[in-house]
């Protein structure tokens, strides 16, 4: 490895690394929401090809199947599934990477308060002796 990698992850504060941990965890939110978005396509794209092999297509409760040995058959269940699939996955996904982005902002939170806390108290210190020197 790198060593100035290494230094830097060293040098790094508990606030830097909540920091970068809350921004990847958005990017990862952003992505499940991207997988959301193609597998709602796929299983559209699914269903549209189904429909378009025939006209009385057979129905598994809201999914409808053509069951005839045919490539296209395949095809369209396989872009249906896998559609279904990527959907449910990316909503799982995303809602995980939510929960901990906000725990991640919320103990971001927690440590800027500390950090505010001790900067007030350094502050305090220091005006009671400037005023105890004037004196």
């Not at 830097?16 to 396509?41: C, P, Q, W």
């Not at 396989?78 to 982005?101: H, K, N, P, Q, V």
């Amino acid at each position: 490895m790198n060593p100035a990698f290494l230094t830097y992850r060293v040098s790094m504060s508990f606030r830097d690394y909540l920091h970068e941990k809350a921004e990847e965890s958005r990017h990862n939110e952003t992505l499940s929401y991207l997988m959301f978005v193609a597998g709602a396509i796929l299983f559209i794209g699914g269903i549209l090809t189904t429909l378009n092999m025939t006209s009385q297509p057979d129905w598994f409760i809201l999914i409808p199947y053509y069951a005839k040995p045919d490539p296209g058959t395949f095809l369209a269940l396989s872009l249906t599934f896998s559609g279904i699939a990527l959907t449910f996955f990316g909503i799982a996904a995303g809602l995980l990477c939510s929960r901990e982005r906000g725990w991640y902002m919320k103990e971001l939170q927690k440590a800027s308060s500390m950090d505010d806390a001790m900067l007030h108290k350094q502050t305090g210190k220091n005006g009671r002796r400037k005023k105890n020197s004037n004196a």
